[in-house]
């Protein structure tokens, strides 16, 4: 019986239901031994396997597994194992800088009592960047019992894809620590997350005077919403009218406000203005202003100019139409393009 394996290289691949073991039998005096793999990469395909579990009627309890590696995946019914008959569970610990797959029913499994008798399950920890799964092709990690006590599983990822978590073994991708007849182990998940002070910059805390923003540029003549005693301001006040700040954008529920009203004598000066015979005059000469309507029909004209008209042009469009027909004088004003 060995006590303790250690595998030390660059990279470990186990296939076609290959792989290293440390198992008890029937007639085995102690425990199984300890598994230890130190790996960049660690790939187990087609049942390939890492085991330290209980054979036949043996009572003795499984071994210890440690993997640390950057990666570590497990393809076609490929495990790492550490379950017992009737004997409680080894532990599993994986180490992995990277991603941890489980591909195509492959186990990663510390269950206890899988004759249906006595032991409790395992531990496993898992740390992991990503610990990845697909969910309809039944890869598990389990640490099951069935009279003793279920193991207890911790994860700690970036992520977790592809797994249920559901009280009982089925047939998807599971991630479970129950027991059929005694007390069901605990699943802890620790999902890394980003630093939220990570990216944060200082900003400064002096405080800024907002009458200071504002450049007192009227003359003393003028007065902008001020009075004679205090001189030149600029008030902000209500809803709408200016931002607070030139930077700011006006946005869209700005209302614009009238902040001007002219007084009596300013008031007098542009009615007399606007009736004043310079003003009529002008009004005189610029004539009625021409109404803008819809054109109602075309006409081609002398040069092949297709112009707009503001009548219906043919006799099956007059009938429709609420505008009267056109004259002849019309047609022809049109036509010449005056």
Partial sequence: MFRCLT?????????????????TTDNSTGNAGQITINAKSLVLENQGGIRTNTEG??????????????????????????????GDGGNITLTLQDLL??????????????????????????????IVAFLEENSDIT????????GNITLTAQGIFGFNFPDQPTNFSDITASSERGVDGDIKINILGVNPSQGLVELPTTVVDPSRLIAATCADTVKVASDDSKGDEFIITGRGGLPPSPLDPIISRTVIADWVTLDNSATENYQSQRHSPAAREESARKGPRRRIVEAQGWLIGPDGTVILTPFPTTPETWANSWRKSPSCEDLRRISNGS
């Fill in 7 to 23: 595998i030390t290289a660059d990279s470990v691949k186990f296939k076609g239901n290959s792989g290293i073991s440390t198992n």
């Fill in 143 to 150: 640490a099951n019992a069935f009279d003793g006590m279920g």
């Fill in 101 to 130: 797959l489980l591909r195509d029913g492959s186990k990663i499994t510390t269950t206890a009592g899988t004759e249906k008798q006595g032991g409790d399950g395992g531990d496993i920890t898992i740390e992991a960047d990503l």
């Fill in 57 to 86: 009627n043996s009572t003795r309890d499984a071994g210890t597994i440690i993997i640390n590696a950057d990666s570590i995946s497990l393809e076609n019914k490929s495990n790492i194992s550490a379950q017992t008959v009737s």
